[in-house]
T-cell receptor, first 110, second 117 residues
Framework: QKEVEQDPGPLSVPEGAIVSLNCTYS??????FMWYRQYSRKGPELLMY????GNKEDGRFTAQVDKSSKYISLFIRDSQPSDSATYLC??????????FGTGTKLQVIP | EAGVVQSPRYKIIEKKQPVAFWCNPI?????LYWYLQNLGQGPELLIR????????DSQLPKDRFSAERLKGVDSTLKIQPAELGDSAVYLC???????????????FGPGTRLTVT
């Protein structure tokens, strides 16, 4: 079992839709949770970073962590064609390395 | 502020040949990472440097891969000899602080896409 599981998609939605991206993890020691966005032929860029459980909002993006179920989510409101990319979840337990999911490919159709 | 710089962007070599990748991190970032990313997968850590010291190289295939970070700034990752299975994107990233001190905001370069034929 991988430490971080993520549905690879692809996920295709119409412009303006609310997008929900999800990951599960297995290591209860993980406390730091990140979402990265990666455009084609580019390096990942950090979108959101949260510690422990709870929600964090940044503009159209909301990151949610439920440590009891080991479930992390990223919501995108009013999705735009420019949001089309691969979204990678990532976790870490402190001094440990950051472990990435496989990424979910999102396409927002105009 | 300049981001993480990597070169070359693309490299095509024949198997058994050597290859080297170069990375210049963001100024002031003491922590540097090399990742490997296969198609459809997330980045996998190869090695992490704190200044010039390699503090996590457990995933680096040391029989053919080597890395160095002289003077704690630029870094070079080398493969010798390359194998067909080494075809992937090699990403360099840097962070201001190490993971244990809150350095989870990693900044990635564009990567070097290696094709071994």
């Amino acid at each position: 079992q991988k430490e971080v599981e993520q549905d690879p998609g692809p996920l295709s939605v119409p412009e303006g839709a609310i997008v929900s991206l999800n990951c599960t993890y297995s290591n209860s020691a993980f406390q730091y949770f990140m979402w990265y966005r990666q455009y084609s032929r580019k390096g990942p860029e950090l979108l959101m970073y949260t510690y422990s459980s709870g929600n964090k909002e940044d503009g159209r993006f909301t990151a949610q962590v439920d440590k009891s179920s080991k479930y992390i989510s990223l919501f995108i409101r009013d999705s735009q064609p420019s949001d089309s990319a691969t979204y990678l979840c990532a976790t870490s337990g402190g001094y440990q390395k950051v472990t990435f999911g496989t990424g979910t490919k999102l396409q927002v159709i105009p | 502020e300049a981001g993480v710089v990597q070169s070359p962007r693309y490299k095509i070599i024949e198997k058994k040949q050597p290859v080297a990748f170069w990375c210049n991190p963001i100024s002031g970032h003491n922590t540097l990472y090399w990742y490997l990313q296969n198609l459809g997968q997330g980045p996998e850590l190869l090695i992490r440097y704190e200044n010039e010291e390699a503090v996590d190289d457990s995933q680096l295939p040391k029989d053919r891969f080597s890395a160095e970070r002289l003077k704690g700034v630029d870094s070079t990752l080398k493969i010798q000899p390359a194998e067909l299975g080494d075809s992937a994107v090699y990403l360099c990233a840097s962070s201001l602080l190490p993971p244990g001190q809150g350095g989870y905001e990693q900044y990635f370069g564009p990567g070097t896409r290696l094709t071994v034929t």
